[in-house]
C-alpha cells in the first residue's frame, strides 16, 4: 500500500510569513496526526482528527497554528505568522482501525530565518 | 517531566548486540512501540507489543516489556551500521484515542 504523503519536503520562510502543509493520509485511514518535532526531540502531537473532525487540538497554538480536513481525507496545517522557535519537521500520520500502529510521512522541514 | 525517558546515546560495534532502553510512566498503556528515524526521513516503525505481552521477537528484533517497572527494551542482535539511526519509544492508552506520547530518542551509533 502507498505510505503517507507529505509535501513539501523542505520550506525556508522569514519570520511573520505564512506557510501551509500538505498531507494525503493511507487510504482507508479515517484518523489522522500532525506532529511536531524539534530538532534533538521526539515529536509532539499538535491536532488529531477522525476523519473530518478535530479530536484533540489542545497542544495547537491556536494563535497562528490552524488545520483542517474539510473532506475527511488529505489536511492541511497552516502557520500564520510564523515565529523562529516554529522551526521544526512536521510530521503526518494516521492509523487504521481499531489496533493498528501509527505510519509516518517523511515529513516537511522547516526553516524559518 | 517526561511521561517517556530513553538515554540519548548509544554507540555499539558492528557485529556486538544492541540495547535500548526506556521507561514509561502510565500504567495503562496499552500498546508500546519502538520506531526507527533515519536522517531526513519520517518514523518508521520497526515494531511494537501489546502490554498484556512480556516478549516479542521479530528476527533481530527482541523487545521485552516489564510492566511492573514500566520498562521496555529493544535488543537488536547482530548490529550493522546500517542500523545507525535515532530510536524512538512511545507508548498509548488504550480509550479509543491510540495518541502515541514519544521520548526524545536514543541516537544509536554503529562503528565499524
Known amino acids: 500500500e502507498a505510505g503517507v504523503a507529505q509535501s513539501p519536503r523542505y520550506k525556508i520562510i522569514e519570520k511573520r510569513q505564512s506557510v501551509a502543509f500538505w498531507c494525503n493520509p493511507i487510504?482507508?485511514?479515517?484518523?489522522l496526526y500532525w506532529y511536531q518535532q524539534i530538532l534533538g526531540q521526539g515529536p509532539k502531537l499538535l491536532i488529531q482528527f477522525q476523519n473530518n473532525g478535530v479530536v484533540d487540538d489542545s497542544q495547537l497554538p491556536k494563535d497562528r497554528f490552524s488545520a483542517e480536513r474539510l473532506k475527511g481525507v488529505d489536511s492541511t496545517l497552516k502557520i500564520q505568522p510564523a515565529k523562529l522557535e516554529d522551526s521544526a519537521v512536521y510530521l503526518c500520520a494516521s492509523i487504521g482501525q481499531g489496533s493498528s500502529p501509527l505510519h509516518f510521512g517523511n515529513g516537511t522541514r522547516l526553516t524559518v530565518t | 517531566g517526561e511521561d517517556v525517558e530513553q538515554s540519548l546515546f548509544l554507540s555499539v560495534r558492528e557485529g556486538d548486540s544492541s540495547v535500548i532502553n526506556c521507561t514509561y510512566t502510565d500504567s495503562s498503556s496499552t500498546y508500546l512501540y519502538w520506531y526507527k528515524q533515519e536522517p531526513g526521513a519520517g518514523l518508521q516503525l520497526l515494531t511494537y507489543?501489546?502490554?498484556?505481552?512480556d516478549m516479542k521477537q521479530d528476527q533481530r528484533l527482541t523487545v521485552l516489556l516489564n510492566k511492573k517497572d514500566k520498562h521496555l527494551s529493544l535488543r537488536i542482535a547482530d548490529t550493522q551500521t546500517g542500523d545507525s539511526a535515532i530510536y524512538f519509544c512511545a507508548e498509548s492508552i488504550s480509550g479509543g484515542s491510540y495518541i502515541p506520547t514519544f521520548g526524545r530518542g536514543t541516537s544509536l551509533i554503529v562503528h565499524p
Open positions: 487510504s482507508g485511514h479515517a484518523t
Open positions: 507489543i501489546f502490554s498484556n505481552m
